[in-house]
Protein backbone atom coordinates (compact mmCIF):
# COMPACT_ATOMS: atom_id res chain seq x y z
CA UNK A 1 0.00 0.00 0.00
CA UNK A 2 2.93 2.29 0.58
CA UNK A 3 4.40 1.52 -2.58
CA UNK A 4 1.05 2.72 -4.22
CA UNK A 5 0.91 6.25 -2.12
CA UNK A 6 4.01 6.61 -3.19
CA UNK A 7 3.44 5.79 -7.16
CA UNK A 8 0.38 8.19 -6.69
CA UNK A 9 2.39 11.00 -5.05
CA UNK A 10 5.12 10.45 -7.95
CA UNK A 11 2.84 10.57 -10.86
CA UNK A 12 0.87 13.71 -9.62
CA UNK A 13 3.93 15.73 -8.80
CA UNK A 14 5.15 14.69 -12.57
CA UNK A 15 2.09 16.43 -13.38
CA UNK A 16 2.50 19.24 -11.72
CA UNK A 17 5.64 19.91 -12.51
CA UNK A 18 4.81 19.11 -16.66
CA UNK A 19 1.92 21.26 -16.51
CA UNK A 20 4.56 24.59 -15.01
CA UNK A 21 6.80 24.09 -16.93
CA UNK A 22 8.33 27.40 -18.91
CA UNK A 23 7.45 28.31 -21.87
CA UNK A 24 10.71 28.25 -24.62
CA UNK A 25 9.40 30.67 -26.81
CA UNK A 26 8.47 33.50 -24.08
CA UNK A 27 11.86 35.44 -24.68
CA UNK A 28 10.89 35.48 -28.14
CA UNK A 29 7.04 36.37 -27.35
CA UNK A 30 8.52 38.98 -25.54
CA UNK A 31 10.81 40.43 -27.89
CA UNK A 32 7.68 40.10 -31.17
CA UNK A 33 5.36 41.94 -28.43
CA UNK A 34 7.84 45.08 -28.53
CA UNK A 35 8.31 45.08 -32.01
CA UNK A 36 4.80 45.03 -32.56
CA UNK A 37 4.79 47.63 -30.26
CA UNK A 38 6.98 50.00 -31.96
CA UNK A 39 5.58 49.47 -35.09
CA UNK A 40 1.58 50.19 -33.81
CA UNK A 41 3.21 53.60 -32.01
CA UNK A 42 0.28 54.68 -29.94
CA UNK A 43 -2.94 52.93 -31.25
CA UNK A 44 -5.59 52.97 -28.56
CA UNK A 45 -5.62 48.64 -28.52
CA UNK A 46 -1.83 47.83 -29.14
CA UNK A 47 -0.98 46.16 -26.60
CA UNK A 48 -4.14 43.94 -27.35
CA UNK A 49 -3.74 43.88 -30.78
CA UNK A 50 -0.04 42.76 -29.88
CA UNK A 51 -0.65 40.47 -27.47
CA UNK A 52 -3.18 38.71 -29.71
CA UNK A 53 -1.17 38.72 -33.01
CA UNK A 54 1.80 36.88 -30.87
CA UNK A 55 -0.64 34.41 -29.24
CA UNK A 56 -2.24 33.05 -32.67
CA UNK A 57 1.57 33.19 -34.43
CA UNK A 58 2.84 31.24 -30.95
CA UNK A 59 -0.34 28.58 -31.72
CA UNK A 60 0.30 28.66 -35.74
CA UNK A 61 3.90 28.11 -36.64
CA UNK A 62 5.57 25.13 -36.00
CA UNK A 63 9.31 25.59 -34.30
CA UNK A 64 11.20 25.77 -37.91
CA UNK A 65 8.52 28.03 -38.50
CA UNK A 66 8.76 30.23 -35.24
CA UNK A 67 12.49 30.11 -35.33
CA UNK A 68 12.45 31.25 -39.22
CA UNK A 69 9.70 34.09 -38.75
CA UNK A 70 11.76 34.85 -35.40
CA UNK A 71 15.26 35.48 -37.92
CA UNK A 72 12.82 37.91 -39.80
CA UNK A 73 11.52 39.53 -37.07
CA UNK A 74 14.73 40.25 -36.11
CA UNK A 75 15.96 41.78 -39.36
CA UNK A 76 18.99 39.13 -39.21
CA UNK A 77 19.10 37.46 -42.94
CA UNK A 78 22.10 36.62 -42.20
CA UNK A 79 21.59 34.11 -39.25
CA UNK A 80 18.34 32.97 -41.10
CA UNK A 81 20.38 31.95 -44.27
CA UNK A 82 22.71 30.31 -41.82
CA UNK A 83 20.32 28.07 -39.98
CA UNK A 84 18.63 27.67 -43.54
CA UNK A 85 21.70 25.74 -44.78
CA UNK A 86 22.27 24.07 -41.69
CA UNK A 87 19.07 22.23 -40.95
CA UNK A 88 18.01 21.78 -44.40
CA UNK A 89 14.63 22.91 -44.12
CA UNK A 90 12.07 23.90 -46.94
CA UNK A 91 12.30 27.57 -47.45
CA UNK A 92 8.70 27.48 -49.45
CA UNK A 93 6.71 25.15 -46.78
CA UNK A 94 8.46 27.79 -44.27
CA UNK A 95 7.05 30.90 -45.97
CA UNK A 96 3.99 29.10 -46.55
CA UNK A 97 3.35 28.50 -42.90
CA UNK A 98 4.18 31.89 -42.06
CA UNK A 99 1.80 33.61 -44.22
CA UNK A 100 -0.64 31.50 -43.43
CA UNK A 101 -0.23 32.61 -39.59
CA UNK A 102 -0.37 36.13 -40.86
CA UNK A 103 -3.26 35.74 -42.60
CA UNK A 104 -4.89 34.28 -39.55
CA UNK A 105 -3.99 37.06 -37.08
CA UNK A 106 -4.57 39.43 -39.09
CA UNK A 107 -8.68 37.60 -39.04
CA UNK A 108 -8.88 37.16 -35.59
CA UNK A 109 -6.79 40.20 -34.30
CA UNK A 110 -8.54 42.39 -37.23
CA UNK A 111 -5.11 44.19 -37.79
CA UNK A 112 -3.21 45.10 -41.04
CA UNK A 113 -0.26 42.89 -40.94
Excluded at 29 to 40: F, G, I, R
Excluded at 41 to 64: K, P, R, T
Amino acid sequence: MAKLKTLILLVLAGFILVGCGSDPRADDKAVLTEKLLEVQGDAENAADVAECVVGVMDENLDDDAWTAFMFVANDDEAGAEKWLEENEVDEDALEAAIESAMAKAEADCEVDL
